[in-house]
Nanobody, 126 residues
Framework: QAQLVESGGGSVQAGGSLRLSCAASGYMYSTYCMAWFRQAPGKEREGVAA???????SYADSVQGRFTISQDNAKNTLYLQMNSLKPEDTAMYYC????????????????????WGQGTQVTVSS
C-alpha cells in the first residue's frame, strides 16, 4: 500500500515555472505506473503526464513541450517540471500511482490508478 505526498505548488505569473514533487512511501513495486492529474473548480479531473516503470511517458496535448515528468527511483520521488505556465494551468494537482503496467492510451485515465496524494494547488495569473 503506497502513500503519496505532493509538494511544490504555489502562485506564479504566466510564463513562469514550477516544479512539483511527489514523495512515495510504503510497499515498493518493481513494475508500476505514476502520473500527475489536475482538477479545476467545476471541471473533471484530467490526466496531465504519466510515466511507466519501463520509462515510457505520456502527456496531455495541452502540456506537450511545456511539462516534463521524471522520477528518481533511489529517492522514491516523482517530479513534474512545469515551464511556460498559462492561466489555464491553474488547478489542484494530484499525484497518482498503481502497481503493474498500463497501455499507453490508458496512462492518463483516472481509473488506472488506485493510490492518490492529497493535492497541491497551482495558481497562474495573467
Amino acid at each position: 500500500q503506497a502513500q503519496l505526498v505532493e509538494s511544490g505548488g504555489g502562485s506564479v505569473q504566466a510564463g513562469g515555472s514550477l516544479r512539483l514533487s511527489c514523495a512515495a512511501s510504503g510497499y515498493m513495486y518493481s513494475t508500476y505506473c505514476m502520473a500527475w492529474f489536475r482538477q479545476a473548480p467545476g471541471k473533471e479531473r484530467e490526466g496531465v503526464a504519466a510515466i511507466r516503470s519501463d520509462g515510457m511517458t505520456s502527456y496531455a496535448d495541452s502540456v506537450q513541450g511545456r511539462f516534463t515528468i521524471s522520477q528518481d527511483n533511489a529517492k522514491n520521488t516523482l517530479y513534474l517540471q512545469m515551464n511556460s505556465l498559462k492561466p489555464e494551468d491553474t488547478a489542484m494537482y494530484y499525484c497518482a500511482a498503481d502497481k503493474g503496467t498500463r497501455l499507453l492510451w490508458s496512462l492518463l485515465k483516472a481509473y488506472s490508478y488506485n493510490y492518490w496524494g492529497q493535492g497541491t494547488q497551482v495558481t497562474v495569473s495573467s
